[in-house]
């Protein structure tokens, strides 16, 4: 059971990122929670319908995730990655490569993705 939950969340993990890239806002409601909540590389917090809305002067135009880990705790799950993005905000050129780690809760049987945090990464790292 255990690896099978691992899977689903490695899975929705994926399709959080498939979202993001195609800036699918009915999906990306369907995989928050209500109370999501992302702190981004620079310190700045943002909401469910902030980080939504934010796809309206931000597209990504690439996302690679790499060095994933997924540990699970119950009803929570903790993913850790690596993103390698390049996109455009507020019409600038944005490319970061960060260290993500993402909160995965179990809600009435489904998971969803309740946090988010985005570190700058070390250039030896």
């Keep these: 059971m255990k690896g099978t939950e691992k899977e689903t969340v490695l899975s929705l993990q994926q399709q959080f990122d498939a979202a993001e890239l195609a800036a699918d ?8 929670t209500d109370d999501f909540q992302s702190i981004g ?3 700045y917090v943002l909401d469910k319908d902030q980080w939504i809305g934010r796809h309206a002067q931000f597209q990504y ?13 119950g009803d ?9 993005n390049k996109a455009t905000s507020h019409g600038r ?5 960060v260290r993500v780690s993402q909160v995965w809760v179990k809600q009435e049987g489904a998971w969803r993705l309740a946090g988010i945090q ?3 990464m070390a250039d030896d790292a």
């Design 76 to 84: 929570t799950a903790i993913v850790r990655n690596v993103q390698s």
């Design 118 to 120: 985005f570190s700058p």
């Design 61 to 73: 135009h690439a996302l690679d995730t790499s060095q994933i880990d997924v540990r699970l705790y």
């Design 41 to 43: 590389p620079k310190g």
């Design 25 to 32: 806002a009915e999906r990306l409601r369907e995989l928050l």
């Design 93 to 97: 050129a944005v490319a970061l490569r």
